[in-house]
């Protein structure tokens, strides 16, 4: 129930705040989300930030399914 | 590769449905795993996924779509509240073309009501501020991702005394469902995939229950086809070993305490109250009402003359919100029951279980692979 | 004398205001021999051979300017491509505008000058027109309708009667890049890289459809995108059309939008792109020769026809080797939460 985007922060100015995916930029509001910080990536949902991205796990998730399609026959 | 196309990599994909199958050779009998969000519903329809499973592991779609549980009174409500003089009603566009007792926010519009589709409760704030002499009355439904936004709007409503601005509430909260569900004796689960978003706010640890009360797997997870699969994997395989786990798969975004800021918010303006969902009844303490103070903000406090809310006949939405029965089970489904004429609200929403399915699974047997 | 700063009801008296709009704001972007005469009817030279064709469009658009074009530039294109998909080419257009009292004239100007650039580059000329003025209030700033005449030339064939199981389905570009545009206006989603692809295509169309290669039937997908012309053809030509979702062009900045307002990239309308019936044999040529063109830059095969069997007519394949239904959108694209 809950189409939630992850985009960039790019801007901040108190609790509002610019992010960005692919180009394409909202203004989003940082009021659940205060101590987000420019660069990190966010979680959108209904023009709030309500999360963020944590590099290092995505980065095991992602290590995890390079090894699964690894392990699959090609073709 | 970019990372969002990563999360949908066929290769992953084939390599996890291979884990599947073999997992699921060891399971005592076949597993039926409840998703319990609509976007879960729409994603798994949408990528096929429920097509590449083994026999012995069966998808079915709960409760999890916000529009659908709306009760027709709310939406006979609001359409009422969209009538009355100097009021403007902004929804999100989910609640445009549900059926009410007799017609739909659509039709109210074209009768020319100021119905507003807003994209966030902050456009509804603005419309606020932009015409002070209206009451604005936002159509707050949507589980726990959405309601920490609407208390949002209405903390810089109240900070900023934005006076016209109120919320009438359907808003759910999803555990006491789930909950009443497994009490429900045509209902048949075995293991949940849990919401990632909803859990992104309530923290995973909103979800301990799955397993100390109900005794059964459950895994947070996202929205991409092999976050699913990987749920689907780890709930076979706890199935398998006989021994209930709560799995946090969606790391990346979900922690075990969840958003403290939006749950502190939520409970400043809002609380647990007994809540009607469609097709299910009353289920205590299911909902979210807004708090005697901010009675201000409560548009279920204007006064407006509400119809006796009228259920269409036949439709047995409520069935297939439990899971006990698949869409093509019910007689009105595509027949009379169609995404452009419908009848019960598990076909308005795009994330119904009766749209994704008329939507997604009317394929021939022998026109696939 | 200079016109008003702002349309009156007087201008669509047919008196002297009228005549002043059309002196000074109509003529000089838009003149030619037939539209100067200013005649109750165009009288045009004679026709080529060839069977003629026609079609009307009517026009309403929110923002009126977007980035890429305005509600004139768009007009033409719309029905200039409506003749061009058919097979015709173009000879002559008419446009009749209903304007809301309080329109600004510059404003009506950038329409204009809009359809005047359209024209010139489909290379037709807009030979009669007309204008109304509602109260204001009673029209969304401003309201376009047009006509389109055009000529088949002899021996030219095509159409969805054409289409056949086999069949490959190409498009001439990126998808929803139009549809993506304008949603992207009005809920404030700014984006560098979004422009509507809105182009007349009566050049590319005259291309392929003198190269030789076997098109049967060609479409411009609108409103309702991709998916909806798949499911006039399929409706028309009594066939299944499968569509292969990896092999779709969108871009960056269009899948973008599509995700943040919960929209689906197939169902967004274009303004500038071509999707066409090829025989099979004939598709990778066709697809080069798109791709070689200005129109055509990142054209692809998306599909194919194949036999009309019991289950849903428009399908999508995934790429997990699944296969989904596409149906047919029950109203316009609404953004959602959910």
Redesign the interface.
Known sequence: ??????MKLVERRDVLGVAE???????V?L????DARLGDYV??????V?????EA??Q???EL??Q?????PAG | MSATSAYGDPRAVAGLVARITRAAGKLPRRATLMEVCGTHTNAIAAAGLRRLLPPAVRLIAGPGCPVCVTPVGYVDRAQALARRPGTIVATFGDLLRVPSSDGSLERVRAEGADVRIVYSPRDALQAAREDPAKTVVFLGVGFETTVPTVAAALAEAEGEGIANFTVLSGHKTMPPPMRALIRDPEVKVDGYLLPGHVSVVTGSDAFRFVTDELGMPGAVIGFTPTDVLRGVEALVECLAAGTPRLVNLYSRVVRPEGNLAAQALVSRFFAPADAVWRGLGTIPGSGLALRPEYAHRDASLIEVEVPEPVEPAGCRCGEVLKGSIDPPECPLFATVCTPITPVGACMVSSEGTCAAWYRHERVATGGGR | MKPAGTILLAHGGGGRLTQELVREVFLPALANPALSLLSDSAVLEPMPPGRPALTTDAFVVDPPVFPGGDLGYLSVCGTVNDLAVAGAEPVALTWALVLEEGLQVELLKTFVAGAARAAGEAGVAIVAGDTKVVPRGKGDRAYVATAGLGVVPPGRDIGDHRVKPGDAVVVSGPLGDHGATVMACRHELAGRGLASDCAPLSPLTALLLGSGAAVHAMHDPTRGGIATTCHEVASRAGVRIALEQAAMPVRPEVRAVCELLGLDPLYVACEGRIVAFVASSDAERVVELMAGHPLGRGAARVGRVEVRDAGAPVVLRTPYATERPLDLLAGAELPRIC
Do not use: F, K
Request: contains cysteine; charged residues 20%.
């Open positions: 129930m809950c189409l939630a985007v992850p995916l692919d180009g394409v930029r909202r203004e509001s009021m659940l989300q205060p979680l959108v949902h209904a023009g709030y309500i999360g963020t991205v944590d796990e995505a095991v998730t992602l399914l390079r699964i399609a690894a392990a699959e």
